[in-house]
């Protein structure tokens, strides 16, 4: 999982413009006096899903990603008729 609280690391966001590969995402850069307000607010969610992932399997996290990315692509396609 991307760095969070409980790692020491922290995200440093890049501004940029549309995510042309998939046009319904923005990707925004963050204030730099508003990174540790957002991290705060991030950072439980990281640990949650820490948490859950860790006891899993490389092939079970496989699965569970893949079920992820399936399920963005059905709702794309119910988003795009």
Do not use: C, H, K, N
């Not at 922290?10 to 923005?26: H, I, L």
């Not at 307000?37 to 859950?52: Q, S």
């Not at 399936?70 to 396609?77: F, H, I, K, L």
């Amino acid at each position: 999982m991307a760095g969070g609280a409980q790692s020491g690391r922290t995200a440093r966001p890049r501004a940029r413009g549309r995510a042309e590969a998939d046009r319904r995402r923005r990707i925004i850069g963050i204030a730099p006096d508003q990174e540790p307000a957002i991290t705060a607010w991030l950072a439980p969610g990281a640990a949650a899903w820490r948490e859950a992932l860790t006891p899993l399997t490389s092939d079970q996290r496989q699965l569970f990603v893949d079920t992820l990315l399936a399920y963005e692509a059905a709702v794309g396609d119910v988003e795009q008729d």
